[in-house]
């Protein structure tokens, strides 16, 4: 099986930054994808950004020119740089991994942007 643990969350102020980092272990051949999630109280769980194998990224309009998704295949971990945070991005964030055929998601981690 294949876990996943994010790390990296905490509070921080409006316009500060933060990087996320989720570190998959176990039974992997490759990762196809990686991608992260967040849950804000209320709300549904949206999609943030993802990455694929070969660097091609996506992200939500809401983040887009604010977050960075990255990769370090050799260590099997994705990243989520976040920059100009805002009290709106406040949420636990999830990162997930898809391989051939099974996706797997961490236990997330708060963000707090509050001054």
């Known amino acids: 099986q294949v876990q996943l643990v994010e790390s990296g969350g905490g509070l921080v102020q409006p316009g500060g930054s933060l990087r996320l980092s989720c570190a998959a272990s176990g039974s992997i051949f490759s990762i196809n994808a990686m991608g992260w999630h967040r849950q804000a109280p209320g709300k549904q769980r949206e999609l943030v950004a993802g990455i694929t194998s070969d660097g091609k990224t996506i992200y939500s309009d809401s983040v887009k020119g604010r977050f960075t998704i990255s990769r370090d295949n050799a260590k099997n971990t994705g990243y989520l740089q976040m920059s100009s945070l805002k009290p709106e991005d406040t949420a636990v964030y999830y990162c997930?991994?898809?391989?051939?055929?099974?996706?797997?998601w961490g236990q997330g981690t708060q963000v707090i942007v509050s001054s």
């Open positions: 997930n991994a898809r391989l051939v055929a099974t996706t797997y």
